[in-house]
């Protein structure tokens, strides 16, 4: 079954289940691509937008005999253009028994699009635009003018990343994609990275590693390659500057040929530059030379294409809408049901304040941000989402009050995330969660530069997720990170499944095998990590475990089970006199309530005493190099066991595990639900 059938399937359950046109429902509202924005709203005079059908609700609201009932606002299948946001407030609101929904009905799910088509694409003839391509595709690259498809103008070329002198936010980008899949920006070299030179700035950024650095953006190069930019209007670099989990873009101000050296444009990257650290040149018409790429020449009003295939019969959209789809703020009680947000050039949806805003089985795709941003209010979710394809991360999400405790109960569900982090690679992670007791459960999440998740605050309950193929690029990263605050309490990992991270299928590389698991970053204390699975998390000769604690206490590690991962649990202790620094001051933070916190959680009382005291036990390592990496002297360890060869439990096709209830049991993991792990079938989504 096809999810757009489903769509009309579940709207149909729905009609019976109080949130359809009975007698529960006390208005019903249609929107039809067909529709007009003169019509009635009725099945046979349809709107013609949501807008339309959100301002006749208002307008119901205003005249002061509001329907009784919910409100039913009928999308049917079509493409919508969105050229602005479509924007809710408290104005727009249901309540709880009554709520507001958007609801996809038809065979096939909307599609809210930020894009509009290329149609018209032919060979570059233009000598000028030729001698700028390389000589090997030139008559293979073709082009298609913006006036032809109503762009008048476009969206400037400025990006961003993690550490960015121009800030680590959605930068609106302008992306082609060519039959749902997306182009390549212009670059050079086609895949991986090449090493910067000698910095050319002063060394005053000393360094762990003890390779300092230079806060101006300036660095030798070796070879030929930046000759060819030398001309090009809009050259930029990506890299990772300084740290290996530090990126950014920068445009590139000059290029000496005489004294082979790039200077940077500023604002230069906040970590500074250094030797030896990995980037690529992006942007480049010059460098136009591989099936999948693409460029766009903003002052010729221009999209350059190497097709992979032929364009006759090819959907080819340009992303173009610089806002985000959808903007939520301060309403309350809505639900949008089975709807498609894709191909913006921001993000897809933003909430912020609010209560109960629910996405239910809608598709997030094809968008240059995040797919979904919630900010504060209570009791949102996403259940049983698709998101993918997004430039930055799948879900930002923060809820509750720290200084309170106050918990914000929004949840992310059964919801399938993957491909993300196409344009920041770090700290782009699929689910970014904040705040006081929120829920991450049943999601799948995969192929992703950065992590899989990143926790902060306190209370949440993260389980029944699987993730793998996580942590691609980044380095000194976890499938989930947390960093910095020991007053970070109450957080639960339970019953997930983290399998083939990083580099596991390339064991004897020498770098970039900083990568955990679970990773308890710089001070984090008092977490439950209990009944997960780790396969393939480290591998190789390794600095981290599938559990990495890093100067943090009063974390348990127990019921685990480590499988085919070079180390079960690794730890950087940090001594007495390191933490007692770090802490000192921890619970006069102004964001939390010192009296409160010792209340809720008795042992930060005693924060400063019994540094790097962490509790495993009752784990199972199986076919692992060593159970233990670095434990310092208050570890405590009881009952953990290593299985070095002899196992029933085996990699299938896809390299999951192969689970028997039977070994499980005589390995002494029995307790953990393997098969409840992960997506599961319910009215949004069907399990193939």
Known sequence: MNRPFLVWVVASLLTHAGLGADSRTGLVIHVSVNGTDTGSGSSERPFGSLERARDEIRARKRSGSPPAGAIEVRVHPGEY???????LNAADSGTDDSPIVYRAVGSEAPRFTGGVRLREFRVVEDPGVLARLPESVRGRVWEANLIDAGVNHSIPFELGGFSSGRGFRTHPAME????????????????????????????????????PGTPEGRFRFEGDRPERWVNEPEAWLYGYWFWDWADSYEKIERIDLERREITLAQPWHRYGYRENQRFHGVNLLSELDAPGEWYL??????????????????????????????????????????????????????????ENVRLEGCTLRKLAGNGVEVRGGRRHALQSCDLYLLGRGGVVMAGGDRKTLSPGEHKVENCHIHRLSRIDHTYTPGVWLDGVGNRIRHNLIHHVASSA??????????????????????????????????????????????????????????????????????????????????????????????VQIHGGKENVVESNLFVDTAAAVSFTPWGEKRWGEFVAKALDDPAIDRELYLRRYPALAELPQRNDSNTIRGNVALRCDTLFLRAPAGTVATDNREHPQGTELKEGPDGRLVWSETEAARLGVGDIPFAKIGLYADAWRVLR
């Open 81 to 87: 253009r969105v050229q602005r946001s479509f924007r």
């Open 176 to 211: 082609l994609f060519v039959d749902g899949e997306p182009m390549t920006l212009a670059r050079w070299p086609n895949e991986g990275f090449v090493k910067t030179g000698p910095v050319a700035g002063p060394l005053t950024l000393p360094a762990w590693d003890r390779r």
């Open 297 to 354: 020449d903003r002052a010729l009003g221009r999209v350059f294409l190497y097709p992979k295939g032929e364009l006759s019969g090819a959907l080819v959209e340009l992303s173009v809408t610089a806002e985000p789809l959808v903007e939520i703020e301060g309403a309350s009680h809505l639900r949008f049901q089975g709807m498609v947000w894709e191909c913006g050039a921001a993000d897809g949806v933003r909430i912020q304040g609010g």
């Open 453 to 546: 998740m990143r926790i902060e605050g306190n209370d949440h309950l993260i389980e029944f997720n699987e993730a793998h193929r996580v942590v691609l690029e980044s380095d000194d990263q976890g499938a989930v990170d947390m960093f910095g605050n020991p007053t970070y309490r109450g957080n639960v990992y339970r019953y997930n499944y983290w399998h083939h991270l990083g580099d596991w299928d390339r064991p004897g590389e020498q770098s970039h095998t900083q990568r955990a698991g679970i990773r308890l970053d710089d001070a984090i204390c008092g977490v439950l990590v209990q009944g997960n699975i780790f396969q393939r998390c480290s591998t190789g000769r390794t600095h981290f475990g599938g």
